[in-house]
């Protein structure tokens, strides 16, 4: 009885962990980070080069499933910079030259102000939800937690600048703890790993996440979560070009 409780037991729980639905754990990972509705967050990023290290502070709003901004708070040279998703356009508003820019599609995959961090990272441009098919393939330990390994695959007419996205979800907390970005002739591009757990307004998450590209491994991008709110009021006009020059 014994040896068939053991052979029960090795056949259901392969079946039991790949019975997961891996778009649930994508979409929950999501909305734990960026809120079910809406987000305000206030970070930091070092960019990280053999001969220099820069920072630049920045705040962020955002819709879960929509529209995003994001303003420049330091340092002095850069400050006022405003990046603006509405709908499916993007836009770059620069104080110093009184320039309002709309971004083509074809700068997502570019770093953003110059950091390993993309315009799509910062304009929260693609969904891991509704932009990719979902497929769990394993469970992996990352930073001493067990992880679910899930593959995204960009459905065919989705405007994503990645051939591949694989992640690795805490199980128990449902962060992100990982993330590869593969171009479309499935080659490494970038690693995000994330790190130093914390609780904000009741949730925990991983406050820092490293992002190192694949091709240039002495650099790196540092981004610290300072403060981050969830599902906050955000007015119907908030998203306007008008408002990318004054937000604050």
């Given at each position: 009885m014994k040896r068939y409780l053991f052979v029960f037991i090795g056949i259901m729980l392969?079946?039991?962990?790949?019975?997961?639905?891996?778009?649930?754990?994508?979409?929950?990972?999501?909305?734990?980070?960026?809120?079910?509705?809406?987000?305000?967050?206030?970070?930091?990023?070092?960019?990280?080069?053999?001969?220099?290290?820069?920072?630049?502070?920045?705040?962020?709003?955002?819709?879960?499933?929509?529209?995003?901004?994001?303003?420049?708070?330091?340092?002095?040279?850069?400050?006022?910079?405003?990046?603006?998703?509405?709908?499916?356009?993007?836009?770059?508003?620069?104080?110093?030259?009184?320039?309002?820019?709309k971004m083509p599609p074809s700068m997502m995959s570019q770093g953003w102000m110059g950091s390993d961090f993309s315009n799509d990272d910062a304009m929260r441009e693609s969904s891991l939800v509704k932009d990719f098919t979902h497929k769990l393939i394993g469970n992996e330990s990352v930073g001493g937690l067990q992880c679910y390994k899930i593959e995204l695959t960009p459905l065919a007419d989705a405007d994503v600048v990645w051939g591949k996205i694989m992640i690795w979800i805490a199980e128990k907390e449902s962060f992100e703890m990982k993330t590869e970005f593969y171009d479309e002739d499935g080659e490494l591009v970038k690693t995000h790993i994330s790190s130093d757990v914390k609780e904000f307004e009741g949730r925990r998450l991983p406050s820092v996440m490293t992002i190192t590209p694949a091709d240039k491994p002495d650099n790196k991008t540092v981004v610290t979560i300072k403060n981050i709110k969830f599902n906050i009021a955000i007015d119907d006009n908030f998203f306007t070009q008008q408002n990318m020059k004054k937000v604050n």
């Open positions: 392969p079946v039991a962990m790949f019975g997961q639905d891996a778009k649930e754990i994508v979409r929950k990972a999501e909305n734990l980070l960026k809120g079910e509705k809406t987000s305000y967050s206030e970070m930091v990023m070092q960019i990280v080069r053999p001969k220099y290290t820069r920072t630049v502070e920045f705040k962020s709003w955002g819709e879960t499933d929509g529209n995003s901004m994001t303003l420049i708070t330091a340092p002095a040279k850069e400050k006022g910079q405003s990046f603006m998703k509405l709908g499916n356009n993007m836009w770059s508003w620069n104080p110093a030259i009184q320039r309002l820019i």
